[in-house]
């Protein structure tokens, strides 16, 4: 009862952080799903999921701006950020209204570079505010959920076009200035701008750990195995849900099935489960239990080449779901940990 109450207080004082991700989450899967409509009326299904790809990995470079201008130039934080939101909101206009494909592949990679910007600035805040905390992973977790029921509410409740479109443009804006809003906040109430963490909410053996590694080289060389091994696992993982997605993507342009129809609430169920048994026992069974989710969701990429028609599809995007939930959470709070004893713990 103790711990459920910890954990009651740690995500109400995260709340805006949570709130933060969450509308990243819904506006990024959103944005995309947009995109893959849009592009379909240009190109055969087949090749919607290369112009995808694309648009999406143009998000990486939001992701690295952000945290290279925090460091390097913190006083142009401010203003490069309103001029990100402002981006934003007109790529998504942009690709909204787009009459032609040249416009529509625009748009989409000034939105997604944008939102990159935007989910680092929120993936940060998130960690500096959870990464110490016992509730982590379902911090995470609570954050995608919502972001995914947003998602397919508003597919489902909300009549097509205009209306959920404008949800869509709501949502962004609502994004931005919640981030604005935290940064502000984070100026104004932290004694210490420059340290990523709040002195309260860590404990004096985290601290003292902390310093500590810094000046041990076997430490230090520890550390940066640790998170090389995370990031190749990560980027090898990477690998084998997004060749499921462009599966999956192809079926979806081809109106084999729609991808934010009903089965996409599986993700909010594998999130949450994800997120409360990671942080069992201090996140010790995070490994062993994403290498099993794993598996499960490479069971749909055979399931989906079972026969020449495609295999059972829905079968397939059901598995596929419920392994993407552990996968969000399991590399979102794996880095969020780590980036607490990282000297730039942004990047």
């Given amino acids: 009862m103790r711990d459920l109450g910890d954990t009651t207080v740690y995500l109400r004082r995260g709340i805006r952080e949570i709130l933060c991700l969450a509308l990243f989450f819904f506006t990024f899967l959103a944005d995309e799903y947009l995109f893959d409509v849009r592009v379909a009326e240009f190109v055969p299904a087949n090749e919607v999921v290369i112009y995808e790809s694309i648009v999406v990995g143009a998000s990486v470079i939001g ?9 390097r130039r913190p006083q142009t934080i401010d203003a490069t950020s309103d001029m990100t939101g ?37 993936h940060a805040n998130l960690a ?23 998602q397919v509410l508003n597919h489902m409740v909300m009549p097509a076009g205009i209306p959920q479109q404008f949800v869509l443009i709501a949502c962004a804006i609502a994004l931005v200035g919640l981030l604005h809003g935290i940064r502000r906040a984070k100026l104004r109430d932290e004694s210490a701008p420059e340290f990523e963490v ?36 990560t980027a090898c993982l990477t690998g084998v849900f997004a060749a499921l ?24 169920v594998s999130a949450l489960a994800a997120g409360a048994l990671y942080d069992l026992r201090g996140r010790s069974y995070m490994n062993i239990i994403m290498t099993c ?15 020449g028609n495609g295999g059972n599809t829905l079968a397939a995007t059901i598995i596929f779901y419920l392994g993407t939930g552990f996968f969000v959470v399991f590399f979102t709070a794996k880095f969020a940990a780590i980036s607490m004893y990282a000297r730039w713990a942004y990047l």
């Avoid at 992701?63 to 460091?71: G, I, N, S, T």
């Avoid at 570079?113 to 929120?122: D, E, M, V």
């Avoid at 905390?133 to 977790?141: E, F, G, I, Q, W």
């Avoid at 999956?248 to 009903?262: C, F, K, M, Q, Y």
């Fill in 128 to 150: 500096r505010r959870f990464a110490q905390t016992p509730c982590l992973a379902r911090a995470v977790a609570v954050s995608y959920a919502a972001g995914i029921l947003v």
């Fill in 86 to 122: 402002v981006l934003l909101v007109s790529a998504l206009l942009l690709l909204i209204m787009a009459a032609q494909f040249q416009v529509v592949i625009a748009g989409g990679l000034v939105a997604c570079c944008a939102l990159g910007y935007c989910g680092s600035t929120a």
């Fill in 293 to 307: 989710a794993a598996m499960l969701s490479t069971l749909s990429f055979f399931v989906l080449i079972t026969d």
């Fill in 245 to 268: 997605n462009a599966g999956l993507t192809t079926s979806h342009a081809a109106g084999a099935i729609d991808l934010g129809d009903w089965p996409r609430l599986l993700l909010v």
């Fill in 63 to 71: 992701y690295f701006v952000r945290p290279l201008l925090y460091y």
């Fill in 198 to 233: 709040e002195m309260a909410e860590l404990s004096v053996d985290a601290l003292e750990h902390g310093a500590k590694w810094r000046d041990d080289p076997e430490a230090k060389a520890a550390f940066q195995g640790a998170v090389v091994r995370l990031t190749v696992a």
